[in-house]
């Protein structure tokens, strides 16, 4: 299994700022993924982020609006970049087990209010 | 594309009744992995059983789910609810050598007494 540290755990912005999430692994992985999930709501998947390689991002997420960062195989920043109230969620960072069927492993989640 | 729908919304159950939780699934692909995951409040969501082979039970922690492939169907059982059993329940799909990880919207199970 993978262990996940996100930091931070919580945060409050004012509208306009950014802030940066960091995430980071216990062991090399390959891939990261970052997830948007609203109160009680789907987990969203925002991008895919491989070393040294631009992230691959979904459909509703933009590399100007969140980029991502990932130098090496255990650490991945997420940025929100000009945040809104409409980005008050928790992001989840989260990598796969390709040895345990994909198993998925989730970091602890970055609590985020935007005023 | 793949995608995977659940029993939508909010469960309620009485404790000691018993839990079912649909899942059904989409995906182009003959050896798909279904997994159901658990999300605890203020917990990071994490693996509660998975499965890839047809027509074959899995168990984990009192919960159990089996995968038919006839019927696109992973439905995640327990035959008597408990309190701490009140979560957000994921169903998910993935397929070998897909790099996509599909998550149903969540199924919220709240078990009172």
Redesign the interface.
Known sequence: SVL?YQKPNRDICQSGTSLKIQCVADSQVV?M?WYQQFQ????M?MA?ANEGSEATYESGFTKDKFPISRPNLTFSTLTVNNARPGDSSIY?CSS?DRDL?????????TRLLVL | GDSVTQTEGLVTLTEGLPVMLNCTYQTIYSNP?L?W?VHYLN?????LL?S?TDNKRTEHQGFHATLHKSSSSFHLQKSSAQLSDSA?Y?C?L?NTGN?K?V????T?LKVIA
């Open positions: 996940l891939s993924f009680e709501q789907s987990l998947l895919t989840f796969r069927q994909d198993t998925q492993y989730f970091g602890p989640g | 992995f997994f995951y917990e990071s969501p994490r693996l998975k890839s957000l994921y998910a993935t790099y990880y998550f149903g919207a969540g919220r």
